[in-house]
């Protein structure tokens, strides 16, 4: 069974610097690979998503990922945060089987300072 | 702007109460889907549809059920509340096929309080 793990529970960077957020999965194939950001006491927004292609995925707000299958990650990255990308971030893996189901994975809490 | 619309922000129940919480999305979309969400443990499927009348266990459906007579709505019901099931609840929805699915469309979710 597919399952995806975002080690980093908290991450604190400040304004102007960069990040990346880490995302692991598993899973047997390719699978579908997605990023998702959660400002605080709202729904989940799609940032970006990995079908197949191009390994480096760009994204909405300057957020983009790389699918890298031989380590399977697919690691968020931003070369410069801004004080509004403080939130809640999901990656998510779907398979091509059956109802595509997507695995959440625990999130990561972005913090900026200032 | 597509949308999947959830009834409620915010909801103040009674154990014991039936609960029900309502989601509708104007996509047209085949799919869609019931998770909860809690500190730690991050988004956990409790339902979902991937067509009218046709529903699916997630992975914790104990104490939960569904309702989707039409496409657009998808109903989640809590039989008997109980303080345990306190949470925020989050409905979205996708289209059926591989890679046209873009992803799942989140509401904006119901932060449900059990007393």
């Known amino acids: 069974a597919q399952s995806v793990t975002q080690p980093d529970i908290h991450i604190t960077v400040s304004e102007g610097a960069s990040l990346e957020l880490r995302c692991n999965y598993s899973y047997g194939a390719t699978p579908y690979l997605f990023w998702y950001v959660q400002s605080p006491g709202q729904g989940l927004q799609l940032l970006l998503k990995y079908f197949s292609g191009d390994t480096l995925v760009q994204g909405i707000k300057g957020f983009e990922a790389e699918f890298k299958r031989s380590q399977s990650s697919f690691n968020l990255r ?37 | ?76 019901i809590l039989e008997s509340a109980s303080t345990n099931q306190t949470s925020m609840y989050l ?23 059990v007393v």
């Not at chain 2, 979205?92 to 449900?112: D, H, I, M, P, Q």
């Open chain 2, 1 to 76: 702007d597509v949308k999947v619309t959830q009834s409620s922000r915010y909801l103040v129940k009674r154990t014991g109460e039936k609960v029900f919480l309502e989601c509708v999305q104007d996509m047209d979309h085949e799919n869609m889907f019931w998770y909860r969400q809690d500190p730690g443990l991050g988004l956990r499927l409790i339902y979902f549809s991937y067509d009218v009348k046709m529903k699916e266990k997630g992975d914790i459906p104990e104490g939960y059920s569904v309702s989707r007579e039409k496409k657009e709505r998808f109903s989640l």
């Open chain 1, 78 to 114: 931003k070369p410069s945060v801004h004080w509004s990308d403080a939130a809640e971030y999901f990656c998510a893996v779907g398979t091509t089987s059956g109802t595509y189901k997507y695995i959440f994975g625990t999130g990561t809490r972005l913090k900026v300072l200032a």
């Open chain 2, 91 to 113: 409905c979205a929805s996708s289209l059926w096929s591989g890679e046209g699915t873009g992803g799942y469309t989140f509401g904006s979710g119901t932060r449900l309080t």
